[in-house]
């Protein structure tokens, strides 16, 4: 059987509309049974055969090593969040010193992409999380955002996900997590509505309440200038 026999065939436009079926990033359950280095050349070799099909000349000096350089940037980067040997490990400390309110991670870059149209989605994620005991060091927060949206994805989902995590690590379900980002599957194609962009969010415990969450808004929007 060929690998494109296991692979459902659906109506081309079924997904056009940002429509997701599952929390869970979909995945076969043989997904990792090739190394990197198999997914690499395998990928190579259908990039190849993608840009033949559109008739570019791959003799070309400057196309010479668009296939490989694809596969490797699939595999490697913005489709590296897929696998689970690269999940960033999140220690966690003990609230020593007490702190009792929100902590907010605001503005963290996310680049990920649309698992629709394969297009970049690139925004800005805010995460906030009451402490019940223990604290994360902020960098991770941020390493845990590029896990998740370095997949396939729909925004609604990456907010789950990330807000999942946290609170798994965190031990509290006291997590937020607001996602405002541009799908250039809308902004270059289709309408191509260049202003437009997408605002998600996903609360956990505390931030259901109306007023905490009025609280984390009001820091996402104070001013930093540095």
Do not use: W
């Not at 570019?56 to 090593?65: A, H, M, R, T, W």
């Not at 963290?108 to 223990?134: D, F, N, Q, R, W």
């Not at 690590?169 to 191509?192: F, W, Y």
């Amino acid at each position: 059987m060929k690998l494109e026999d296991t692979i459902p065939q659906h109506d081309e436009d079924l997904n056009d509309d940002h429509f997701s079926s599952a929390q869970d990033t979909p995945l076969r359950k043989d997904a990792f049974e090739l190394s990197d280095t198999e997914k690499i050349e395998r990928i190579k070799s259908n990039v190849k055969d993608i840009m033949l099909t559109l008739g570019l000349d791959l003799e070309d000096d400057s196309l010479q090593g668009t296939p490989n350089r694809v596969a490797k940037m699939f595999v490697k980067e913005i489709f590296g969040g897929l696998h689970p040997d690269r999940k960033p490990a999140s220690s966690t400390f003990e609230n020593k010193y007490k702190y009792g309110e929100m902590l907010v991670e605001k503005n963290i870059t996310l680049y990920s992409t649309c698992e629709h149209h394969l297009l970049p989605i690139v925004g800005k994620a805010h995460v906030a999380y009451i402490s019940k005991g223990t604290v994360v060091g902020l960098s991770k927060m941020n390493r845990i955002v590029d896990y998740y949206a370095k997949r396939p994805q729909v925004q609604e989902r990456l907010n789950i996900q990330i807000v999942r995590e946290l609170q798994q690590v965190l031990g509290t379900e006291d997590v937020a997590c607001v996602i405002d980002a541009k799908h250039l599957c809308v902004n270059s194609r289709g309408i191509r509505d260049i202003d437009s962009s997408t605002v998600t969010a996903e609360y956990g415990g505390k931030f259901k309440d109306e007023s905490v969450r009025r609280e984390f808004l009001d820091y996402i929007n104070l001013e930093t200038d540095f």
